[in-house]
């Protein structure tokens, strides 16, 4: 059984921007079918919101839209550390100056990344206002949501 809040789980995004919600989505989905000892969090104001959460902590994940040039509902997984960010995770637009992947440059370079550092990003198809997720992106969610149970189930009875 993991220690207390070992695990965490954050679901980044904007709701109201469609697809860019699918971080969210997947927190949602996850929050109630979780062990003891799993935290989720759903959006951060800011990369740097991600050092203090992940301090301490054996594993994080981080489910985010991604805005490159994949099919949409593609999923892109990043495993660190061992793995660098490519560059088209480097580049996702954002309404904030410091994103996910500088909370990683940043972190790596002070040697506070936590011990395992999952990252899965959800190409979208349509970022302008609404609600509504396209089709590919919420079968891509329900993919991740999928993995993610899987993983932490061979944690928990690890």
Sequence with gaps: MPDPYSILIVGVGNTFRSDDGAGLEVARRLRDRLPDGVEVVEGIGDGTDLLRLWDGRKKVYIVDALHADLSAGEIRRFDLPGERLPAEYASIQSTHSFNIAD??????????????????????????????????????VKQVVDAILIEIDEIDTV
Excluded: Y
């Design 103 to 140: 909370a990683v440059e940043l972190a790596d370079t002070l040697a506070a990344l936590p011990d395992s550092l999952t990252i899965f990003g959800i190409q979208g198809a349509v970022f302008s206002t609404g609600t509504e997720m396209s089709e590919d992106v919420m079968k891509a």
